[in-house]
């Protein structure tokens, strides 16, 4: 890669502002712009008004504006296959892209054909068994040796919504019956049935160039809207960096039984990945276990866990790009991240756009990534446009004093029916091992 860089990000959340100020701060970074972006991505970058899957017009822009690399946010371009677009067309595939090819992003666009690449790898993960309408009855039978809770998930992409946790097994073969009948359209073609895993969830990232990788920090995310963890499942509420759980002895587990046989897998099935891999995991009695996989970084996660990488991260990315992650040297921030949601009234349900947010000139000590956001025409101020509005991420070498800040700083913020989890680390913090 030449000592300048022409970037452009796909995508228009949270995890992209966080990119984009992440890559902002690189010195070889000449022009950046996001596609399609968002208030945020605009103070820092250029705005494009081009959807994130329209790979012509996408084609087009890279061409004229010598675009040298691309790095894509989301998962729905990846596995529309937005690589393999760029590799096959002569004019694009000089670009460095970051991203798996489609049959890599089968890791998370199949929930099955990631599970039966965890079993040809011997991967830990729970038991399972995939199910289409025309085998209901094994489906059912199957659900029969299982203990509660039952866990269905939707095969394909359902935008975070497709799994359920059910206590009740007359009402799991009824949900069985509800998704394989288009509950969630095609995605649900499809269901992973799954033993469910008693434990501790967290998530871990890694970045391959198909060949090396390299461990990010790990993160633990919120789901549910509820204090407490209750309530139906959102895109992620909050996520704390690190985790105490994953201390040294876990986290070489995981490298050893989960990362090295994932990046060794997709070597053998000769799948060409270079990007980023979200590892979902379950810590049991110590022991991990893959819950799923994402091809790209998570949301909220990212915009804890890129705060405390201290290397330059366009680097670490041309590292990638270039099949050299071997020679990198990864440094963290020692201190912990602690990043608070906050969210449209409604939301997970539904809720109502365009209010004006002010008090972002009142926040100290924190970082501020929009995630729902869009200019207002009129005034030039942010107004929410999205279930998850603002992700307010603080840093302190206590733990408690960055949740602290994080909570002050987000209730400084004003807009109609705004609402956040004031207990975002507090199981983190008051974390005892079990085992």
């Given at each position: 890669?030449?000592?300048?860089?022409?970037?452009?990000?796909?995508?228009?959340?949270?995890?992209?502002?966080?990119?984009?100020?992440?890559?902002?701060?690189c010195?070889?970074?000449?022009?950046?712009?996001?596609?399609?972006?968002?208030?945020?991505?605009?103070?820092?970058?250029?705005n494009?008004?081009?959807?994130?899957?329209?790979?012509?017009?996408?084609?087009?822009?890279?061409?004229?504006?010598?675009?040298?690399?691309?790095v894509?946010?989301?998962?729905?371009?990846?596995?529309?296959?937005?690589?393999?677009?760029?590799?096959?067309?002569?004019?694009?595939?000089?670009?460095?892209?970051?991203?798996?090819?489609?049959?890599g992003a089968?890791l998370?666009?199949?929930?099955?054909?990631a599970?039966?690449?965890?079993l040809?790898?011997?991967?830990?993960?729970?038991?399972?068994?995939?199910?289409?309408?025309?085998?209901?009855?094994n489906?059912?039978?199957?659900?029969?040796?299982?203990?509660?809770?039952?866990?269905?998930?939707?095969?394909?992409?359902?935008?975070?919504?497709?799994v359920?946790?059910?206590?009740?097994?007359?009402?799991?073969?009824q949900?069985l019956?509800?998704?394989?009948?288009?509950?969630?359209?095609?995605?649900?073609?499809?269901?992973v049935?799954?033993?469910?895993?008693?434990?501790?969830?967290?998530?871990?990232?890694v970045?391959?160039?198909g060949?090396?990788?390299?461990?990010?920090?790990?993160?633990?995310?919120?789901?549910?809207?509820g204090?407490?963890?209750?309530?139906?499942?959102?895109?992620?509420?909050?996520?704390?960096?690190?985790?105490?759980?994953?201390?040294?002895?876990?986290?070489?587990?995981?490298?050893e039984?989960?990362?090295?046989?994932?990046?060794?897998?997709?070597?053998?099935?000769?799948?060409?990945?270079?990007?980023?891999?979200?590892?979902?995991?379950?810590?049991?009695?110590?022991?991990?276990?893959?819950?799923?996989y994402?091809?790209?970084?998570?949301?909220?996660?990212?915009?804890?866990?890129?705060?405390?990488?201290?290397?330059?991260?366009?680097?670490?990315?041309?590292?990638?790009?270039?099949?050299?992650?071997?020679?990198?040297?990864?440094?963290?921030?020692?201190?912990?991240?602690?990043?608070?949601?906050?969210?449209?009234?409604?939301?997970?349900?539904?809720?109502?756009?365009?209010?004006?947010?002010?008090?972002?000139?009142?926040?100290?000590?924190?970082?501020?990534?929009?995630?729902?956001?869009?200019?207002?025409?009129?005034?030039?101020?942010?107004?929410?446009?999205?279930?998850?509005?603002?992700a307010?991420?603080?840093?302190?070498?206590?733990?408690?004093?960055?949740?602290?800040?994080?909570?002050?700083?987000?209730?400084?913020?004003?807009?109609d029916g705004?609402?956040?989890r004031?207990?975002?680390?507090?199981?983190?913090?008051?974390?005892?091992?079990?085992?």
């Amino acid at each position: 890669m030449n000592n300048t860089s022409n970037i452009l990000i796909l995508g228009s959340g949270g995890r992209e502002h966080a990119l984009a100020w992440k890559i902002k701060q690189c010195r070889q970074v000449n022009k950046l712009y996001v596609a399609p972006g968002n208030a945020g991505t605009a103070s820092l970058a250029t705005n494009i008004p081009i959807d994130a899957s329209d790979f012509d017009q996408l084609r087009v822009f890279c061409i004229e504006n010598q675009i040298t690399m691309v790095v894509v946010g989301p998962e729905v371009p990846l596995v529309e296959g937005v690589v393999d677009y760029f590799a096959g067309d002569p004019l694009l595939k000089q670009i460095a892209i970051i991203g798996p090819t489609q049959q890599g992003a089968m890791l998370e666009g199949s929930k099955a054909f990631a599970k039966a690449f965890m079993l040809r790898h011997n991967i830990p993960t729970a038991r399972y068994l995939p199910v289409k309408l025309r085998d209901i009855e094994n489906g059912i039978q199957f659900l029969e040796t299982l203990e509660p809770p039952f866990v269905l998930k939707a095969d394909g992409l359902a935008a975070g919504k497709g799994v359920l946790i059910l206590d009740d097994r007359t009402q799991a073969q009824q949900e069985l019956a509800a998704m394989l009948n288009g509950k969630f359209g095609k995605a649900s073609d499809e269901v992973v049935i799954e033993e469910y895993l008693h434990g501790i969830e967290l998530s871990a990232f890694v970045i391959t160039d198909g060949e090396n990788f390299q461990m990010l920090p790990s993160a633990k995310d919120y789901k549910r809207i509820g204090v407490g963890d209750t309530g139906p499942n959102t895109g992620g509420m909050g996520a704390v960096s690190p985790v105490a759980f994953a201390d040294k002895v876990f986290m070489d587990k995981v490298r050893e039984r989960i990362v090295k046989p994932t990046i060794a897998g997709l070597k053998q099935e000769n799948i060409d990945y270079k990007g980023f891999i979200f590892v979902g995991l379950m810590n049991v009695n110590g022991d991990p276990f893959v819950i799923e996989y994402n091809v790209r970084l998570g949301d909220p996660e990212t915009e804890v866990i890129l705060p405390r990488i201290k290397s330059d991260f366009v680097e670490l990315l041309s590292a990638c790009a270039a099949q050299k992650l071997d020679h990198f040297k990864l440094e963290f921030d020692d201190r912990f991240a602690v990043t608070v949601m906050l969210v449209s009234e409604g939301y997970p349900g539904d809720y109502t756009k365009g209010k004006l947010i002010s008090g972002l000139e009142n926040v100290n000590d924190c970082v501020v990534f929009h995630a729902g956001t869009s200019t207002d025409i009129t005034t030039g101020l942010p107004k929410t446009s999205g279930g998850r509005v603002l992700a307010v991420t603080a840093l302190d070498y206590s733990l408690e004093q960055a949740r602290s800040t994080a909570l002050d700083n987000a209730a400084r913020v004003s807009y109609d029916g705004k609402y956040f989890r004031d207990d975002i680390g507090l199981d983190v913090l008051k974390y005892q091992p079990l085992f």
